[in-house]
């Protein structure tokens, strides 16, 4: 973070400052919806994941899709605590299926409680999120998060029996993302524009800024834990390398690979057979081939088409707010 | 099983007999919803799981409500459809948390693929179950589903927190069996109404004979657990002791416990500590307290409670059926 980056307020507080009394609203449902009059143990385990903070930026999508086309009622706060509950649902998952040990710098729920509390509580809070979207009345807004909830599933098998198999393509690897990340992202912004009656184009431009958006931010998550473009190793990198996730970086090395580095991607990878100083190695190899590079380029142009997707949506200070912010998940890794 | 049983058609047969139109329709809707195109694990453990029979009770009731009701539509398919996907979901992570390996006379899907698949499977089961009851375009259904699925997500973790506690009383019991067990009887049978129309005290009523159906359901496949009424330790007995639940007759055993037997059950369900002998010797604990006794009567008496809720529905073929069904579910341990 440099100097010019604290003066001027990132987009992603300057959208936080202007839906403030929204985000609050949200907040307060998202605690009183994930307590449990008889099971101590649920809001236990969804505190320690959903106090520990996060951005909040899927239940900010909709806040600001909504307030974007003029929406007044309540149902945007509803929909924006939904979204959340699915998002930490997926992470108690995920944390299980990957065996984490650390999110958000803290214990993760599997290590503190065990396994089976994370994948209970996990569908407690996705059918807790059902009751919330079932209260806005909306069937539309239902068919696109029912859809949502089965691409997000699906991405997630999809990744599961891709890890490890170096025949995993780049058209294989937008699957997953498009499931374990995507799909959230345009549901979050579509549902928005849904609820404040925004026109089927504009809807369409909502769901495609939020699919690129998010495709933008799963490659730049995927970059930075080989330590992003920079050289420097981050605290946390390294942890897809461990896990055998063919991640676009990955991909693009081993598709250039000659004999010795296919051995080694073999080795580490389909194997799992790794040690100290792969990750280095990885990296070195990346690097030859431009991968990193080559992934950076393909965030970029991603944030680029999530910007592009506003273009014939009506001007509105959020609307830049948005664009801005498809420019700021990238510049993580400018 | 005598011959009496085998002569007279038993009451879950003759039901299927009826409804088996409809059973194939839901079959055929099963196979085509639990295909994925991108994921092909999923249908291999779905189809493991879905194949391998089970009784298709819930999805039955679901039918059985729509035709008592005369139903001609489409839509209580897709509903049973619905019913037996959360069912399937529930199994697929019931097992990792119980750390099961049979299920059904066959290996798990957590044993033949591993706990990940079984996790994130069982999501995408649970998200095509939200697709399917989203199409029937009834808001009461969906707040009907939305409700069970909290509900049974929430007994599944008080199931968690009161595993190995003494303390738990009979009313926690209740409490854990109508989420794991009767929430999804009841909402089966009531989505069944609504979505034909029956009125809200028709709908009260089957709501009422799924949940009293479920509990005696539950509470007879506790008895079971330990060998039923009968002298006889079955193949599949012990796994609740192992698992140290505190089911029904183990509550009622606890509960009226001299200081010898409470050191039992501390030792082989708080502690843990359980060797060879130890089921046999909580069996004739039990015995010597009539505690199998008094469990079986409290399963008859919700047979009877199930029987009575339907006494003020209109006379229909079905609905003797549904009261047959009800006697034979505790027929099991007469």
């Known amino acids: 973070m440099n100097h010019m980056q604290t003066a001027v307020q990132k987009p992603h507080d300057r959208l936080a400052a202007l839906l403030a009394g929204d985000m609050h609203a949200v907040n307060v449902m998202i605690r009183a919806r994930m307590a449990s009059q008889h099971a101590p143990r649920i809001p236990e385990v969804t505190a320690h994941l959903v106090e520990a903070g996060g951005k909040r930026l899927r239940p900010m999508l909709t806040l600001a899709a909504a307030r974007m086309y003029g929406y007044e009622g309540p149902y945007h706060i509803h929909l924006a605590a939904t979204v959340e509950f699915i998002h930490t649902a997926t992470l108690l998952h995920d944390d299980v299926v ?197 992934a950076r380029q393909d965030a970029l142009s991603w944030a680029r088409r999530a910007v592009a997707s506003l273009d014939d949506t009506p001007d509105h200070q959020i609307k830049d707010m948005l664009r801005d912010l498809a420019d700021y998940v990238v510049a993580r890794i400018a």
């Not at 409680?113 to 509580?121: G, P, Q």
């Not at 909830?149 to 990744?159: D, F, K, N, W």
């Not at 504009?202 to 800024?209: G, I, K, S, W």
């Not at 194997?271 to 792969?278: C, L, P, S």
């Open 98 to 294: 990957d065996e984490s040990q650390r999110r958000r710098g803290r214990p993760t729920a599997n290590l503190l409680w065990d396994n089976k509390s994370s994948v209970l509580v996990g569908d407690y809070l996705f059918s807790r999120s059902f009751q919330l979207m079932v209260e806005t009345g909306s069937l539309r807004v239902l068919d696109i998060l029912a859809n949502a909830s089965a691409t997000i599933a699906e991405g997630e098998v999809l990744q599961l029996t891709a890890a490890q198999d170096l025949a995993t393509t780049e058209a294989i690897y937008l699957q997953v993302v498009r499931g374990k990340t995507a799909a959230l992202f345009s549901a979050a912004t579509e549902v928005g524009g849904v609820i404040a009656g925004a026109s089927d184009a504009q809807t369409r431009a909502l769901f495609d800024y939020g699919d690129a958006l998010g495709i933008a931010f799963q490659i730049v998550d995927d970059l930075l834990d080989y330590g992003g473009a920079s050289d420097a190793l981050g605290k946390n990198t390294g942890d897809d390398f461990r896990e055998r996730k063919l991640t676009l970086p990955v991909i693009k090395a081993v598709a250039t690979a000659d004999t010795e580095e296919w051995a080694f991607w073999a080795r580490t990878i389909a194997k799992g057979d790794q040690k100290d100083g792969d990750l280095e190695q990885a990296r070195a190899i990346m690097a030859r081939h431009g991968a990193m590079e080559a």
